[in-house]
């Protein structure tokens, strides 16, 4: 099992994961969990629960929007897709993230 | 036997116990429960090595724990927990005024079918209510729960302390508090009545101050437990905001 990514490190990362996650299509918390369980092979180590609140803050922020609809399954499932406002957002996170990713590439060489 | 809706019915209800969670949050964490537990049991080397029970524990765990998840929530929504301690508060405070308006008619129909007026009666019905408002807050009071949220609340730690049932308990307790001090208003007020008479009735005093003297004691006495919860809620995000900039 691969080392997970430190807690503080995982909390700061949400907002740009779902952001850029939504960017590729509306969809659902379970779902979002499971691309980002995939994307990172496991080192992004995220308590289930705790996505809901990330979503529900950048929704009051109106960088997603949210609507219930009725899964293939036939529940009630409330899904989230980005607002023209989220995909500013993620263009300035995006630029935020590769800064951090550059200076630190060029301490380490 | 295990029973999915059985355990999903009673994972919900002691999440909805605790602060800071919609009911449209709880329907989507549902959701992804059932979601979870439908995976699990689709796995068929988990299908074969857990029984349905343990699978439904290990959903819900992955979920996270209540107690962490409300907390998350309600840093997500601050107010969402205050709005939830006032509308329970409000509907005890309701509840038991509607429960001693009923009593109070009851003693009216009395009255007009036996043709005589019964005093006492309505003064019985009324202690009675009073009595039945008392009880609940002393056994709300007296269970170890109450006494660590009385202890939380102390701390400033309001998050926790206002199951649903004791808010409207608490509700219940500020109607109460409110009518036994209200007294207290006529007795400030007494020395401004022009006649012997305590009353509702404004020409009754001899100053208009007097009356109002008695109604803003009346108005204070009930307000005064919501006034409190208010600021202590406040309060208590102050306190957590700071924590979470920290």
Same mark, same amino acid.
């Given at each position: 099992m691969p080392e997970p990514v430190s807690k503080e490190l995982v909390a700061a990362s949400s907002k740009p994961l779902v952001l850029a996650i939504l960017a590729r299509g509306e969809s659902y918390g379970y779902a979002i969990l499971q691309e980002v369980r995939e994307l990172s092979g496991g080192r992004l180590?995220?308590?289930?629960?705790?996505?809901y609140p990330v979503l529900h803050r950048l929704e009051a922020q109106k960088l997603i929007q949210a609507r219930w609809a009725t899964s293939e399954g036939g529940r009630r499932r409330k899904y989230y897709r980005l607002s023209h406002q989220g995909s500013r957002a993620l263009e300035s996170e995006r630029s935020d993230w590769e800064a951090v990713d550059a200076t630190l590439k060029a301490v380490w060489g | 036997m295990f029973d999915l809706e059985v355990s999903v019915a009673a994972w919900k209800q002691a999440l909805a116990s605790? @602060?800071?969670?919609?009911p449209e949050a709880l329907d989507e964490l549902e959701d992804h429960l059932r979601v979870s537990f439908d995976q699990l049991s689709a796995e068929s080397s988990l299908k074969d090595a857990l029984t349905p029970d343990e699978r439904f524990a290990l959903a819900a765990r992955r979920l996270g724990d209540t107690r962490a998840l409300a907390t998350e929530f309600e840093r997500a929504d601050p107010s969402a927990a205050v709005r939830r301690r006032w509308i329970w508060m409000l509907a005890g405070f309701v509840g038991i005024h509607l429960a001693s308006q009923v009593l109070l008619t009851a003693s009216v129909i009395v009255s007009a079918i036996t043709a005589q007026t019964h005093p006492r009666l309505s003064s019985v019905l009324f202690a009675l209510t009073m009595l039945g408002g008392a009880l609940a807050l002393f056994f709300a009071a007296r269970s170890g729960a109450a006494r660590s949220a009385l202890d939380r609340v102390a701390r400033? *730690?309001?998050?926790?302390?206002?199951s649903t049932a004791r808010t409207v308990a608490l509700g219940g307790g500020a109607l109460l508090a409110g009518t036994l001090i209200t007294p207290l208003g006529r007795i400030v007020s007494a020395?401004?009545?022009?006649?012997g008479r305590f009353g509702d @009735?404004?020409? *009754?005093? *001899?100053?208009?101050f007097g009356f109002a003297l008695e109604q803003a004691v009346r108005v204070i006495a009930f307000a005064a437990p919501f006034v409190l919860l208010t600021v202590l809620s406040l309060r208590e995000r102050a306190h957590r905001s700071d924590a979470t900039t920290r």
């Open positions: 180590d995220w308590t289930e629960g705790m996505l | 605790r @602060d800071g969670l919609r400033g *730690a309001l998050h926790g302390s206002f020395r401004y009545l022009s006649v @009735d404004p020409s *009754a005093f *001899a100053s208009p």
